[in-house]
């Protein structure tokens, strides 16, 4: 007679197939971005203020940047600064600036050293003159490296790009360009990531759920990834997991 146990057992859904969590290093995203979010909510929580979240935010910066040189990201496109970011505070805004100045000042060297490439996207000279001046020195620095391209996004907004872009492209039009047959390709070209690939995959900390005027053209088919942790934890380790939850997508770009 058959046993109890093994009856239900009969019965019971077939065990999930585990997924992996080992990183496959042959299928790394290119391309990930991150909208590093929850600095202010993160000092909230510990009674501090909000700039020093902020602070917080560069050790996350700092361990991410290191783990996608590590394992062979092309490039990490991080949000900093937004367009819409200059409503915050006086205080909040100066501190930001300082706090990417500091941090290009104490850091360039050593990224220059690990063979990163500092970039840019979004309307730099609308930055402070101070920040200008560090984030071309930085750029300047590292223009010929290899390794990781670190993107950072600065007085950007993906609708501000669109419209710089569609500028770009008037003048060429001006100077006889035909735009009757305008490919996808071809406009992209006037965007700030003129030679970047799309994003394969865009992390947002936090808990939020939105796109924020990020890269709004360039996520058309990007995979998106979220988690409740603040930025200011966000470790590699984290951008690992996500990594391993992409590589388990299966990406079809519209097709079947
Ligand atoms: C969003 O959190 C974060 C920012 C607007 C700034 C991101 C900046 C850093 C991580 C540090 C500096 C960066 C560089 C490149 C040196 P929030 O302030 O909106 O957080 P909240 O939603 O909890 O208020």
Redesign the pocket.
Known sequence: MIEVNKLINLFKKPAKKRKINKIDDTRIPSHIAII???????AKARQLP?TF??KA??E??RDVIKTASNIGVKYLT?Y???TE?WSRPQDEVSA?MQ??VD?LKKEVGELHSNNVRINTIGDIEGLPRIAKIEVKNAKALTKSNSGLCVN?ALNYGGRDEIIRGIKKLYKDVEDGLSIENLQVEEFAGYLDTTNIPDPDLLIRT?GEYRFSNFLLWQSAYTELWFTET??PDFRGEDLIGAIVDYQNRTRRFGGI
Request: glycine residues 14%; positive net charge.
């Open positions: 590093m979010d929850g600095n202010g909510r993160w909000r979240g902020h935010g560069v996350a910066l991080l900093a600064f937004s970011n930001l706090l990417l941090y950072i936090s603040y930025w």
